[in-house]
């Protein structure tokens, strides 16, 4: 009876932790395919037409898990659906909970490799929590595109 016991428990284990690295799969996934919607757009339409989607809160741009944000190189936030007082700003200056200058590391990798991930810890707009996040980013031309994923505490 224990050993059938334990064989239920491991199988409910494997299921919730297969469960859950899906979720940040699929949530990964849809932060990199948020930012490469974003490219396509900006290169058909040009940076303004992008800046003005982007903080009208366009539904292709915006969704369930991500959203999409442009900052300029000099760490200006040029487009920002959910924090619209954020526009125009550079708080590159402004760490993440812990101390971490995670926009500056943005925009130091962006200039050197050109896209990648940033994992710093932020409040989550949703629950008011602190949680890790990690933000997908790619330059193209003269602006960083992201897209952030909470990953929960």
Known sequence: MKAMMRAVLAGAAFTLTTSIAAQAADSTAAAVAMVDKGVVFLQKNGKDALIAAINSKNPE???ETTYLTMRALDGTQLA???NPKL???NMVVLPDADGKLFRKDIIDQAKKVGKGWVDYRYNNPTNGQIEKKSTYFLKSGDVI???????GK
Do not use: S
């Open 145 to 151: 595109l992201e897209a952030g994923i909470y990953k």
């Open 61 to 63: 741009f915006v969704n």
């Open 80 to 82: 920002h659906p959910t």
């Open 87 to 89: 526009i125009g700003k």
